[in-house]
């Protein structure tokens, strides 16, 4: 069984629904979306720990065109933000285009008829001119080689698959890593547990959240009145601008910052001792900067206890630090982030040489030009690519303007002629990546801490090193001339190639 489309998309999170709605709206009606699961959502569909919310404010995480006026709180929760998705599936009538548990295994390029080729799990395969890989970055759970975890005999899962059928009241619970996630479900489950006990390699920066309810005031005027609701989004976004340029070498924004972080933490912990093991020693956003109400006072329960001195050795019941102290443990919960800067994927993706797109990032570095497209992968787009993430502002930001890329990407291939496609000059690749390790060097990413911002040869492969504006302004259009335009070997009389 074989379907041929213009377009296929796969992944059904925000940035494929991005996509997507905007073929729609150019009038484009020969797409599919792929994806994997029975529903929409992406990361926001996997990660079900509890606390689970966004820290980005929810007037600006949502798509410029389906603004929500009737977000419950500041900050929204998961289930509030995969109902946004499912939302913007209906209102926009995305459904019958949707594929769903459908895992594409492999998508190859054929210089003969200028088209891709993907394959799912079950065999089925689909044909398409041009391939958005909307698969998202943080998809794939990153697990540290631990001596001995493979011989523990209690409960274990990362946050991103959290089991929600085993009960921790009452156990003796130890958490790996005090990442995004782990600060948000720690204080949720420190109540309920006999004993926390968390692992901290480094410590985070965490600023105070403020999240708050939103009024009935506010929900009736952003109902009745979307300018205002426009407003406030944009208020919201230019201050986070303004807050990027703490990362960006600014050293006054970047020492406002610290002592804010200072403040907070000074606030919540009184004590001398479990403060300094709560103290960052980096500059601020070298890691990614962390936002919460109740991690501080979490830390502070007399049935928590913060350890820095590394673990040594899990045994069947145990855990053994680095200091030689041994702690009964029921269950480990992994708070230890995903595989972001290699971006290592499932699927084969083949390029018109016969590579294999993720084999050559992981030999090479993951690179592609303005983090889009990629040289000697043909009418391929990859989404929130490399060096498209951000540690001040909403990626949903981000999202639109390679989506802007994308679709004025088609119009000028659409220009060419049905019988071409096109392929990035690795030129012009080569040179845009050189000036992202050169800007990046300026950033407090080059400070000298270890982060997954960095790949295992320290290159910046995962962080925009730059205001998100800037990036709106590079990707507004594609510039042809680093292109190459090239026809097909063997064209289809009866479709583009």
């Known amino acids: 069984m074989q379907t041929a489309v213009d377009v296929a998309i796969i992944g ?52 410029s065109f389906a603004p929500n006026p ?20 209906s209102h926009y009538e995305l459904a019958a285009s949707i594929r769903f ?41 990153a697990i540290p080689k631990l001596s001995g975890l493979d011989t523990f005999a209690g409960k274990t899962f ?5 089991d929600s059928s085993y009960d921790l009241t009452q156990k003796r619970v130890a958490v790996i890593g005090t990442g995004a996630s782990a600060i948000q479900f720690i204080p949720q489950i420190a109540p309920i547990v006999d004993q926390l006990t968390i692992f901290q390699r480094t410590a985070p920066y965490v600023m105070s959240r403020e999240d708050r309810a939103i009024s009935a005031t506010e929900l009736a005027l952003f109902r009745h009145l979307p300018l205002a609701q426009k407003t406030y989004r944009s208020w919201i976004y230019w ?48 890691k990614r900067v962390l936002i919460s109400d109740d991690y501080y006072s979490a830390l502070t329960r007399s049935n928590v206890a913060l350890e820095t001195n590394g673990i040594a050795e899990i045994k069947p019941h145990s855990i053994v630090d680095k200091a030689g102290i041994e702690r009964p443990v029921d269950a480990i919960i992994f708070g230890t982030g995903f595989m ?4 290592i994927g499932r699927m084969q993706i083949i390029g018109r040489y016969g590579q294999n797109l993720f084999d050559q990032w992981i030999n090479q570095g993951a690179e592609a030009y303005h983090g889009t497209t990629i040289s ?46 096109l392929d990035v000059r690795p030129e012009a690749q080569k040179h845009y990546n050189a000036i992202i390790q050169q800007k990046t060097a300026k950033t407090v990413w080059a400070s000298g801490c270890r982060s997954w911002y960095l790949d295992s040869k320290n290159q910046n492969r995962s962080i925009w090193p730059g205001l998100t504006l800037d990036y709106r302004k590079a990707t507004r259009r594609v510039n042809v001339t680093d292109y190459d335009i090239v026809p097909c070997r063997q064209p289809s009389p009866s479709m583009a190639c």
């Open 239 to 286: 201050r986070n601008e303004l807050n990027g340029l703490s990362f960006l070498g600014n050293e006054l924004f970047n020492r406002i910052g610290r002592e804010r972080a200072k403040k907070h933490l000074e606030q919540a912990i009184k004590d001398p001792i479990l403060r300094q093991k709560a103290t960052p020693d980096y500059k601020l956003g070298c």
């Open 340 to 343: 972001v800067s290699g971006m």
């Open 101 to 141: 548990n459908t895992e594409i295994l492999r998508t190859e390029f054929s210089t003969a008829t200028g088209r891709w080729t993907l394959t799912d799990r079950a065999g089925r395969s689909t044909t398409a001119r041009v391939v958005i890989l909307a698969v998202g970055p943080l998809n794939r759970p």
């Open 158 to 162: 990362h946050s991103a698959q959290w």
């Open 376 to 421: 000697g992968f043909p009418n391929l787009l990859f989404l929130t690519g490399p060096n498209t993430g951000i540690g001040h502002n909403s990626i949903i930001h981000m999202i639109e303007s390679q989506v802007n890329y994308a679709i004025d990407y088609l119009q000028q291939l659409d220009k060419t002629g049905k019988n071409t496609f």
């Open 70 to 89: 009737g977000w419950s709180r500041t900050y929204a929760t998961q289930p509030e933000i995969l109902d946004y998705l499912k939302q913007v599936v």
């Open 12 to 63: 059904a999170g925000f940035a494929g629904l991005a996509a997507a709605v905007r073929l729609k709206k150019q009038g484009t009606k020969s797409f599919v979306i792929i994806e994997r699961a029975s529903e929409v959502g992406g990361t926001w569909r996997e990660n079900i720990y509890p606390g689970c919310a966004c820290d980005i404010p929810s007037h600006l995480y949502s798509f």
